[in-house]
């Protein structure tokens, strides 16, 4: 696992590619994605954790200031492993070091969103602690909404 640079953006933007055209989801040209990533990575607005050599998984953070609590708030953007790769631990490792890496930048809260039928990714989140219900299991279920602008 390492933190990547400006320089790992041709593979930050081939797994983004990858993970969008795997799950049907619109995506830019990988080289768009590049000049994105890279741009994002030099002003530090992403932070992208990479699993492999070369990178077959990674873990992208956003850090936000947060108004509840004075510290970071993190948000896991995306978490994605090759096709070929899962099933070994590095979807796993990645999370782990994505909420080590927010722990490292003081941030006081994760949070992340995935697909209802993602089963794989939500046994996942739910086995390191992460839930779906506010405050506790017996809560009220929380419910992202998005819109395109």
Do not use: K
């Not at 030099?42 to 932070?47: K, L, N």
């Not at 609590?69 to 994505?98: I, T």
């Not at 989140?125 to 506790?136: A, I, K, L, Q």
């Amino acid at each position: 696992m390492r933190l990547a640079g400006a320089d790992d953006a041709g593979d930050v933007a081939r797994l983004l590619h990858d993970f969008n055209l795997e799950f049907d989801a619109p995506t830019p040209v990988a080289g768009t994605l590049a000049a994105r990533a890279r741009e994002l990575l030099e002003r530090g607005e992403i932070t992208v954790l990479l699993a492999g050599e070369p990178p077959f998984g990674l873990a992208q953070l956003r850090f936000r200031p947060s108004l509840w609590s004075g510290a970071p708030d993190a948000y896991l953007e995306e978490l994605y492993v090759a096709p070929d790769r899962r099933g070994r631990g590095a979807g796993r490792a990645l999370l782990e070091a994505a909420m080590e890496r927010a722990r490292a930048v003081g941030a006081a809260h994760l949070d992340l969103v995935t697909s209802e039928a993602d089963e794989a990714a939500r046994a996942l989140y739910e086995s390191c602690g992460f839930g779906c219900r506010e405050g506790n299991p017996e809560g009220p279920l929380m419910i992202y909404y998005e819109r395109d602008l």
